[in-house]
């Protein structure tokens, strides 16, 4: 084998001397394709600015453009980005990509069939669009395809059954278009296949029987379609994993509790033609090449040249010098291949995880995002049963979500649901399946308490939290594969209370005097559950109220947010996140000698909040504070109101205001006895 690979070292050589005077156009020829990907993905230019005909596209400067180690485009990551274009024939010029993520826009038209000269691709991501026509047969080209996300389209005709031919296939997704036809019985030769979804379709037939013998098969979902016959027994080894419902010819089986029993008739109505071949063996793909160029395997040490000559002349000349070296090549080529490249398995386990939202600095062609991840559960703490001493019954009736359902409500954290972030955290906007809107906050494991019983306690505390004043938690999920924790809470619309200071006057956000009055006795209820000791609960200290962790929901109620939250996280990150605080004013004085906090200092912050939305401002001064003492109301009341409020229930909020934010800790009232005021 070494002296094989010496004969392929001359070949190469032999190929780089024949063109090595010619220029070296192949980075303007991946550059060329862009441009015209560009003009069609985005063609009022919104979104792909960055996109210059003058630039580099490995330089960094090309938003979502990812290059390999050789400097040759190797992944696309665009998903969420507002494209209102089509997929250009183009994009098969990109013969390095390995990842295409063009998923959560708004393209439209066909999907290209030139696409399937991406014999690289492994991850194809065109779901959630408004694609329409076929799904092309030349897809069975891609050899190298693992993940095919189609799903959420307008898609129609049959499924393809050259799908069957991609041997590294592990995910198909295909629900929620307008496929007809049946079922491919070619599906079940895919050894990789785990998860099949072709659900809410218009296909009919039975299920093919070969289908249930896919050995890594662990996800199958026909429900909402036309299918009818006999279900594959195999099938029942999937368990809950197998979703057929509202199927309206009627499905039977034999051991499934949900299926009705098959009779006489059933068995005579299959149609025994839709058996499958177990090999391909009459399947001669057909490739469609984007030009004749010269193009060797991409993951070779150099992409190819594109001569200036005739492409004839370059054509002949590389066909005479292949055809005399082939039985060498190829033999030379395994050997190269194994010898110098890095290529990542359905298996890897880089240290570089590739995701579809942060990529892809890595050096190596890692496996799907999909498969590298725990896709169906997850890193779950309370995997081992600890949850039954560590969570209440109620919290667990549902507390957790997988990591698909994660990223599916994030449109895979796309930019645009991107509500907030900071050095520790970001927060997401997303739709549950169910429809119900909800806040998503992603916080990286580092960031979390090192001890795992630490970190349970924190999560138990903040299920425990029930209160109409509260931000509700909904649940968490926990990826190991990414490093991070996900927190899901009820989604508030109307945002943080310091939306509403430091208005120009006239605006239509003004709030007015009786909405202000209900937000400061919110805000103290909930303040008031926090520092109250309930059966199922301890009382808990804040320790960062402000304006800021105050969201206003629909009806103008303040719920109060990051209740507990420095229960999960590492001490110096809580210690870091409060700096914000202290700039704003809303640290108690005593912190600065005691380095604690307690009740009163949460007090403190509430005194400083009814301040702001008494004057409508965010930073307060000592004139404004003289001014409330005094209760020279045009000095401090904020003028957006325009004098309609009253000076009685002003003076009495103002006074409260100045009492929760006196300099001693032990002058400041309790929040029990601030309720008992505001409420009188």
């Known amino acids: 084998m070494g002296f094989l690979c010496f004969l392929y070292f001359l070949f190469s050589l032999l ?15 991946e550059l060329r394709a862009l441009m015209e990907m560009k003009a069609s993905l985005d063609p009022v230019n919104r979104f792909l600015s960055s996109w210059t005909s003058d630039a580099d596209p490995c330089s960094g400067s090309f938003e979502g453009v990812h290059c390999n180690e050789h400097r040759k485009v190797a992944n696309i990551t665009l998903q969420g980005k507002g494209l209102s274009g089509k997929v250009p024939p183009a994009v098969a010029g990109l013969k390095c990509l390995s990842g295409l993520y063009l998923h959560y826009n708004s393209l439209s038209g066909e999907i290209p069939r030139e696409i399937s000269s991406l014999t690289e691709l ?20 891609m050899a190298s395809l693992q993940v095919l996300q189609l799903c959420s389209n307008q898609l129609t005709g049959a499924i393809p059954s050259e799908i069957g031919f991609l041997k590294k296939l592990s995910v198909v997704s295909l629900q929620k278009n307008n496929l007809t036809g049946k079922i491919p019985p070619s599906l079940g030769n895919l050894g990789m296949l785990r998860m099949l979804n072709l659900s809410f379709n218009r296909l009919s037939g039975t299920i093919p029987a070969n289908l249930a013998q896919a050995p890594a098969l662990e996800f199958l979902d026909v429900r909402n379609n036309s299918l009818w016959g006999i279900v594959p027994s195999g099938l029942k080894k999937l368990k809950e994993g197998f979703q ?6 009627g499905l039977c089986g034999v051991g499934f509790s949900s299926l009705r029993v098959c009779s006489y008739w059933d068995g005579m109505n299959i149609n025994q033609s839709e058996t499958f071949p177990a090999t391909n063996t009459d399947f001669t793909p057909t490739i469609y090449p984007v030009s004749s160029n010269f193009r060797p395997h991409c993951n070779q040490t150099h992409c190819p040249n594109v001569s200036k000559f005739p492409r004839i002349v370059l054509v002949s000349g590389v066909t005479t010098v292949t055809v005399t070296l082939s039985a060498v090549g190829l033999l030379t080529f395994l050997c190269y291949r194994r010898r110098k490249q890095k290529i990542g398995s359905s298996f890897d386990t880089s240290e570089c995880q ?27 703490p309370l995997a081992d049963g600890r949850n039954g001493n560590v969570f209440s019954q109620e919290f667990c009736q549902n ?48 960031s979390c308490k090192s001890e795992e019983a630490d970190f349970l306690k924190g999560l138990n505390l903040l ?111 809580v210690f870091s996140a409060l700096k914000t605080s202290a700039a704003l004013g809303y640290l108690a004085p005593e912190y600065i000698t005691t380095g604690s906090f307690t009740e009163k200092s949460d007090i403190y912050a509430f005194g400083v909040i009814i301040l702001q939305i008494l004057s409508g401002k965010q930073q307060l001064t000592n004139s404004m504070r003289l001014a409330a003492e005094s209760c020279r109301f045009a000095d401090f009341v904020d003028t957006n109101l325009k ?19 006196h300099e001693l800790p032990d002058n400041r009232p309790i929040m029990e006895t601030v309720i008992q005021e505001l409420s009188t």
């Open 15 to 29: 190929l780089f001397l024949a063109f090595s005077g010619l220029p070296t156009v192949w980075g303007n020829s």
């Open 122 to 141: 492994s991850d194809l991501y065109l779901d959630f669009n408004n694609l329409s026509g076929a799904i092309p047969p030349e897809i069975g080209n």
């Open 244 to 249: 057929h419902a509202n199927n309206s010819a």
């Open 354 to 380: 590739l995701s579809t939202d942060r990529s892809i600095d890595c050096h190596r062609k890692i496996a799907s995002p999909l498969v590298s991840l725990e896709y169906s559960t997850g890193w779950d």
């Open 399 to 446: 507390p957790r979500f997988n990591l698909d359902e994660i990223e599916s409500a994030t449109q895979y954290f796309s930019e645009v649901n991107l509500l907030g972030k900071s050095k520790f955290w970001s927060v997401y906007k997303g739709i549950l399946r169910d429809g119900s809107l909800v806040a998503i906050r992603s916080i990286s494991a580092t």
């Open 463 to 573: 299920s425990s939290l029930r209160h109409e004043n509260l931000v509700r938690l909904r649940g968490f999920c926990c990826s190991k594969g990414r490093g991070e924790c996900y927190l899901i809470h009820d989604f508030v619309p109307n945002g943080s209370l310091s939306r509403y200071l430091d208005l120009e006057e006239g605006s239509s956000q003004v709030l007015n005097w009786s909405t202000r009055v209900s937000i400061i006795h919110g805000i103290a209820k909930g303040i008031g559950y926090l520092h109250s000791s309930e059966e199922n609960k301890p009382s808990l200290v804040h320790r960062s109220i402000s304006a800021d962790k105050v969201l206003i929901d629909q009806r103008f109620n303040p719920l109060i947010s990051d209740s507990g939250l420095p229960k999960l996280l590492a001490d110096d990150i």
């Open 643 to 661: 004098g309609e409020f009253s000076e009685s229930e002003a003076a009495k909020l103002a006074k409260i205001g100045l009492a929760c934010t």
